[in-house]
């Protein structure tokens, strides 16, 4: 059982940077990938990235390309987006989850969920 909380979050102007946490509980923390997943007003869940256990191996969508970068420390139990260059459309709840299996995009792989924090980016 692993328990994520995300922290973070908040109103950001357009063109700033936001630096997201995601800590985990156990002491399973290293031996899952994790990503990070978007959901707007409206919108259906949306991918971001993901890491492997060891931090080895990143991918990301195309939306976040260049501007988001995630990280993770399994001696905090803690993994991190770093957000960069945001816009408007990167308003949403983030949300961390935990996958016991490989690396994925689908969302509806992971087994462990945060609770989510609030992105907003202003014009």
């Known amino acids: 059982q692993v328990q994520l909380v995300e922290s973070g979050g908040g109103l950001v102007q357009a063109g700033g940077s936001l630096r997201l946490s995601c800590a985990a509980s156990?002491?399973?923390?290293?031996?899952?990938?994790m990503g990070w997943f978007r959901q707007a007003p409206g919108k259906e869940r949306e991918f971001v990235g993901f890491?492997?256990?060891?931090?080895?191996?990143?991918y990301y969508a195309d939306s976040v390309k260049g501007r988001f970068t995630i990280s993770r420390d399994n001696a905090k139990n803690t993994v991190y987006l770093q957000m960069n260059s945001l816009k408007p459309e990167d308003t949403a709840v983030y949300y961390c989850?935990?996958?016991?299996?490989?690396?994925?995009?689908?969302?509806?792989?992971?087994?462990?969920w945060g609770q989510g924090t609030q992105v907003t980016v202003s014009s």
């Open positions: 156990g002491r399973t923390f290293s031996s899952y990938a």
């Open positions: 989850a935990a996958n016991v299996a490989a690396p994925t995009s689908r969302w509806s792989s992971y087994d462990y």
């Open positions: 890491i492997s256990w060891s931090g080895g191996r990143t």
